[in-house]
């Protein structure tokens, strides 16, 4: 049995639905299909969802997202009698009801309640598409299978319950094609949580890891994993294959093809993780696994408008375990997460994406203790089996501010000259 996962890049037209239904039928084995939101579909409710918030007028998103939505649908069904029509109708008056009369349980569990609706609306079109076209499938309900907790937004999988659920519901001797939604689960409560952006590759393992898949696919707009983003440098590099330790802390580190969390479900089952381009099915991707190499070629992943803390304390007192306490337990109660850290005797420095209202609020409170200033504007490279050619060949026109290094990987904080 096979996984794929389809994110919205690749079903973002009719055109890539189609393409979707070609590549389907190529495959003879069991499948269970993970599929995202259309296109930009997230940012789009996540939008909408704000504006409802905060009693604003969301008519305007709310209109172009269903027309977006119907356009698919007239394209990929031509008779508007079609009951596909009817339902996804029926998906949006559902979604409106929430906009207007939300739950009283504050900005992210109605998050949750309404972002979800764009893995729905995907898979009840996809799915119906298909059938149409002779692919029979069934259409599950992941929101019934994958148990979470109440993290709003970033859901903590349940995973004795959820494999005991999946089991009972993916039925693969009866289903050769099972079509299912990522990123959602559901809570004990039988609310919806999601398992934060870009989750669903990581449900995709999920899925893998609890049925025994042999193998992952996630079919993207790029031909695998390349040793950089196309978007920051020009001769990027297809890395062929990548141990599951590689591709974890290039994930980590920031790279984007791969959701962090992906890789562990799988690792622990040996399950492979295929990494291929939909425009190309038959070209050979990235294969990560279980795979044995001295080194690679140099990765590099940027983050660009990083913020660098710098905190002292106010007493003079050295940077101390009952001082870092203090800031670890700040930056968590902000939810701010910490891409890089260093600290000498007398001050603390702490590398963090840009959100300054969180900055700004950490500030104030640790004020009272200690000294606290910022530097915003830089950027945060890491070169994963970096070299002296490849560092000289990032820092052109860049001033370095710290450096972190160890055998395999370097980090460095710069700003950029412009
Ligand atoms: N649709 C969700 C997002 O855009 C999940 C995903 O695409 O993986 O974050
Ligand atoms: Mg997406």
Redesign the pocket.
Known sequence: MLVFKF??ASVKTSGGILNLAHIVESFKEPLVIVV??FGK??NSLEKIHDQAYKKESFDAEFSSLKEYHFTILKELFQQEKHPAFAEISGEFEKLKKILLNPEKGGYDQEYDQIVSF??VLSTKIISTFLNERGIKNRWADIRKCLKTDSTWREGVVDWETSTKLIKEDFNLKKDKITITQ??LGFNDQGHTVTLG?????YSAAILAHILDAEKVVIWKDVPGVLNADPKYFDNTVRLGQLSYLDAIELAYYGASVI?PKTIKPLQNKGIKLHVKSFVYPNDPGTLIGDVQYESLIPSFIFKMDQVLVHISPRDFSFIAEANLTDIFEAFARHGIRINLMQNSAVSFMALVNNRMERIEELKAELEKQFEVSFETGLELVTIRYYDTATIDRVMINKVLLLEQKNQRTIQMVVKDLG
């Open positions: 994110g919205g995202s939101a579909t997230t764009g893995e990522g990123f952006r870009e989750g669903s590759d959701h």
